[in-house]
């Protein structure tokens, strides 16, 4: 089963957002340096594994947290506890962690200019029915940026889908308690939702 699916086939996923704190600066003052083949390889595979490692340890307790309560409980959750468990997983990855999306829930994942840049990419590639793969860049001379799509996939729809179709009234009415400015609504399986957007030093 490709990597992606791996971990994209739970909506759970996709509640997850992540903090900044102990990021890569990617703003040394250093010229980026353009990464060789080899380079582009081991940095795919570093981001795979952040994102495989964090969608892992996030799962768990965000899966408990649906048979608690379903939808609700697990929004709650989310608001809660995300962002501290993210956190956590930045400073053992030593990594900056993000999902961001042209269609925010959580205002803190308003994306970057280069992040909205890499989203219409990938929004391109998605319409014109082409494969989405995982893009690495060097942002400076010490920090690469990875990114990679996650779409929508039949569970997502509980909290992402077509209100009072997949999407329940009375759930989306907790989400938009704890979320007022949500957008994050209105989506069909296999839509693109957004991306993994991760940043970490390179290998000396």
């Known amino acids: ?57 996030m799962s768990g307790e965000l899966l ?21 468990l993210v956190d956590s997983l930045s400073k053992v990855y030593e990594a900056d962690i993000r999902r961001t999306s042209l269609k925010i829930r959580n205002p803190k994942d308003q994306p970057t200019a280069a992040e909205r840049a890499m989203l219409l990419s990938f929004q391109q590639l998605h319409e014109a029915g082409e494969p989405m793969k995982p893009v690495v860049q060097p942002q400076d001379a010490n920090t690469v940026a ?13 909290c992402h889908g077509k209100l009072g179709e997949t999407l329940k009234e009375a759930d989306y009415a907790v989400i938009k308690e704890l979320y007022p400015a949500d957008e994050a609504i209105g989506y069909s399986e296999g839509d693109l939702r ?3 957007s991760i940043q970490f030093r390179k290998k000396l």
């Open 146 to 158: 990875f990114y990679a799509p996650i779409q929508i996939q039949p569970l997502c729809l509980q």
């Open 1 to 57: 089963m490709k990597w992606t699916i791996f971990f994209l086939t739970t909506f759970s996923f996709l509640l997850f957002t992540a903090c900044q704190n102990n990021k890569p600066s990617g703003d040394s003052g250093q010229e980026a340096v353009p990464l060789t083949p080899e380079e582009v390889t081991l940095y795919t595979q570093r981001g795979k594994e952040i994102a495989q490692g964090t969608f892992a340890a």
């Open 194 to 196: 957004g991306i993994w």
């Open 64 to 84: 408990s947290a649906m048979q608690r309560g379903g939808v609700a409980e697990a929004s709650r959750y989310c608001n809660l506890a995300a962002y501290p």
